[in-house]
């Protein structure tokens, strides 16, 4: 007897897309089985016809709890993840305070205790001080992020003395160094020169930051990763350049992410929605978009990660006439899914594709293999139930988020998700949240 049995419907791993149905008992899969097989379940779940991927994988959300909780919170975030089909998360530390101590670790952990909808992996901050890394690791943090742009000190990271220092301390603890590209002094510059010469239109900020600082960044980190031999992450690759250099530099043991936004969104988007689409790293031009698609297809880029990055409208809307008074992000994580079923409507990206970039890959990358982002024996019995017949619109009204509005707003896909269960229960039905909240918090194999 089965807990749940979900029948008959078109499983898909990295590999391939087969019809069978799924018996699941103690929140896990503990059956595949041929089509056809009924086997007895306390509750059945008709598939048929239907679409059957693992939980999405989210390797890079701000949730803003503690201390900018007006923005997002671990209740809001995670609803918004549930909504679009993401049933695992991993938390940036970019909140107030940073998480860089064990005591402020441990704080967050309790903060998002009983508030989280979906199952959640905290990310430590480091600057240039790693004295806290092998203990964050023992309490589990699941990478340790490095920031060498776009972040102010104690936390930039920009001497590559201090970087090779980092790495290397995230080596000694076994753990994964996420690490986000950019030379601090190109986009310093460049905000220098625009502000004094009062830059505020739409693509002021843009100017701000080339692809040749973006580049030039992830060089210097390839490099210190293969010096140091850690294993490493690079946050939101978004142009062909940056390709380039993964494809020349990148070590075995560096991996990549892009953004659904960098891979959908051009600059244009910029001028027509203003603050709504401001983004760092921002938009880029077509060419970049066909560079980090094909990126994605080959494997160059191994996952996508939306940098969930919330802002209420009204902090948006101040950046309407000056785009300097806006912050730079936007809301991504219950988006992710539609934008990649939009992906795969428009042959850029295949089933198999899509769980290998947003659900196996990411999991196995940050420790999680096994557990999360499949459907094999054994693992979590986190779903998305999907129906190809039905299509999907991304409407601001529907945003689980604070931050309210997309800069996909109107966008649509050919299918909709219709049901997300995590561990075998359901958390969300037809985009909208359902049930308590019932996430936990993971940590990753080491």
Known sequence: MFDL??????????????????????????????PGEAPPARTTIDAKGKIVLPGLVDAHVHFREPGLVHKEDFASGSRAAAAGGVTTVMVMPTDNPMTTTPDLFAEKQALATGKCHVDFALQAGLGPDPQHVRALADLGAVSFEIFMSDLAPPMLTERTHDLLAALAAVRDAAGVAGITPGDDSIVHALTVREQAMGGADRLAFWRTRPTIAEAVGLARACLAVNEIGVRAHIRQVSCAASVEVLRGLAPRTLS??????????????ITRQGPVAKIAPPLRPASDLAAVQA?????????????????????????????WKAPGGFPGVQTLLPLMLRMIGDGLLTY???????????????GLAGRKGTLSVGADADLVIV?????????????QSKAGLTPFNGWTAPATPELVLLRGAVVARDGVPEGAASGRFIRPAR
Do not use: M, W, Y
């Open 387 to 399: 129906d190809p017949g039905r299509p999907f619109t991304i409407r601001n009204e529907d945003q």
């Open 5 to 34: 049995v979900v029948l008959n419907g078109l499983v898909v791993d990295s590999a391939r897309s087969s019809e069978a149905s799924l018996g699941i008992s103690g929140g896990r899969v503990v059956a595949v089985l041929a």
């Open 256 to 269: 990549a992410e892009v953004t659904p936004h960098n891979l959908l969104l051009t600059e244009h988007e």
């Open 352 to 366: 198999p594709e899509l769980v290998r970039t947003c659900c196996e890959q990411p999991a196995v990358l940050f």
């Open 295 to 323: 990126a994605l297809r080959s494997g160059t880029i191994a996952i996508v990660a939306t940098d969930h990055a919330p802002h209420t409208p009204a902090e948006k809307q101040a950046g309407d006439t000056d785009i």
